[in-house]
């Protein structure tokens, strides 16, 4: 049995108690945080340096060695330095023969080499087996022990037992492993760590970009149409009325193009009678970004039901209700209760307290921690069913809350309709539309199809 498959065997969770040596080349931050937690889990380790004088930074019960004679001593070693420094290594290319190195470099940008580090490791060491791993985890962590915002780690290389000889280091380390493949994958794992949020980019600029026009949308519609036209300053509404209303509309608009897309798949599937072929890439890329369009949504509903809370507190809103009280006592009469208004007002009330326990109960099973607890016909129901409860109900609380503005020519000032009279354009469009979709007629044919019939076979892709 060769020295690979006994280092296989040394590190294979539940054959020995003994861990494998493994060597670290780099004593910054990283090499030293990994070797500490390397330790604790039970791993001697040995650090090769230029320099072997022991550091205080070092960890105590860690072997500083020169290079060449730190990668004698362990079957694996760790490359913890930067790219441009890796042309020490290609003297000790005889010692590092048959070895499994790890790369954990990370660049400075986007594709900055056109070959990926670990490629060019490889390439500068064509006798050793070259593994990509432990770049999406940071130092701070490791020392810390906050690892669950990065306990994933991704793993790639061509070499098959020295990937599983990796795999099973990170799984003693208490992380979780990722296969990715072979070392061509090495580019797209060390450009992670370089992607701020790429699956929220769009959900981004698209809510604030909205939200921009609604609120400037407001702004002249409720101050300064009122000062030109009423001499009456309400400059005061930026900071919590106009806000109030543009909460409620970016969360409704943005539910119903949660669901929009799915619109969109189905009238295309119905339309090429097949599934077979590829939605345009603008849907595509719509379907990936839903589940950040609802938290952004998510977030717009919270801020509204704090925004409402808070209202009453407000020096306008009692001053507004003192005038009222005192224009009742000096005119010697008592409003009656309207039933009509306090109806209305108690049921969009419920509506959007409903509304709003749906909307949450989505935003908690899209966690990674529900959803992996529950089987995809139980998180459908939820996000699809329940989904669309949730937008029937919050389309019907702003119905009914702002529906008195549809015909009140009041509420088109310079002939513009009311911000409510815009949030519902597309949730009833969503909403009409899917009602269609759900008729047997149309409702079969589509089910069909996603069950893989096709109209016309040889169109498929």
Not at 334 to 344: F, G, I, R, Y
Request: some cysteine; charged content about 15%; glycine content about 6%.
């Amino acid at each position: 049995m060769n020295k690979n498959s006994s280092n296989i065997m040394a590190l294979a969770p539940n054959t020995s108690n003994k861990r494998e040596t493994v060597c670290i080349f780099g004593t910054g931050d990283f090499g030293r945080a990994l070797g500490q937690k390397m330790i604790q889990s039970g791993y001697p380790v040995v650090y090769g340096s230029r320099s072997t004088q022991i550091s205080s930074l070092i960890p105590k019960d860690a072997e500083v060695l020169s290079h060449a004679e730190a990668a004698q001593k362990a079957a694996i070693i760790i490359i913890a330095i930067q790219r441009q420094h890796y042309n020490f290594l290609t003297p000790l290319a005889e010692v590092l023969r048959g070895k499994v190195l790890v790369d954990i470099s990370n660049n400075l940008k986007l594709n900055q080499y056109p070959e990926s580090n670990a490629e060019y490791l490889a390439q500068l060491l064509p006798g050793s087996k070259v593994v990509k791993a432990f770049n999406t985890v940071s130092a701070w962590a490791l020392q810390s022990g906050t690892l669950d915002a990065s306990r994933q780690v991704f793993v790639c290389g061509d070499d098959v037992e020295a990937k599983q000889m990796v795999m099973n280091i990170v799984r003693a380390l208490g992380l979780t492993p990722l296969d990715k493949g072979s070392l061509l994958a090495a580019q797209e794992i060390e450009n992670y760590p370089l992607q701020l949020f790429p699956m929220w980019k769009f959900p981004i600029f698209l809510s604030l970009g909205l939200t921009a026009f609604f609120f400037l949308y407001c702004v002249a519609l409720d101050i300064i149409y009122t000062y030109i036209y009423e001499n009456k300053d309400f400059s005061f509404f930026i900071a919590i009325t106009i806000p109030n209303r543009v909460c409620p509309v970016m969360a409704l608009i943005l539910l119903a193009l949660v669901y929009l897309p799915g619109i969109f798949a189905a009238i295309i599937q119905l339309y090429r009678g097949t599934k077979y072929r590829r939605f345009p890439d603008w849907l595509d890329k719509w379907m990936l970004c839903r589940k950040q369009l609802g938290l952004i949504a998510l977030a717009f509903a919270s801020l509204h039901a704090v925004f409402t809370l808070v209202s009453p507190m407000r020096a306008f809103v009692s001053w507004r209700t003192s005038k009222g009280i005192i224009s009742q006592v000096l005119n010697n009469k008592t409003e009656p209760l309207n039933h009509t208004n306090a109806w209305l007002s108690d049921s969009y009330l419920a509506l959007g307290i409903l509304g709003y326990f749906f909307f949450v109960l989505l935003g908690i099973t899209s966690l990674p921690s529900v959803s992996n607890s529950v089987n995809w016909r139980e998180f459908r129901f939820v996000q699809s069913k329940l989904g669309y409860l949730a937008l029937i109900l919050c389309t019907a609380h702003t119905l009914v809350y702002g529906g008195k503005w549809f015909l009140s020519p009041s509420a088109y000032k310079w002939y513009l309709p009311n911000i409510y009279i815009l949030s519902l354009i597309v949730p009833c469009a969503v909403l009409v539309v899917k009602f269609v979709l759900i008729l047997p007629c149309i409702d079969k044919p589509l089910t069909q199809i996603r069950q893989g019939w096709e109209r016309n076979p040889k169109y498929s892709e």
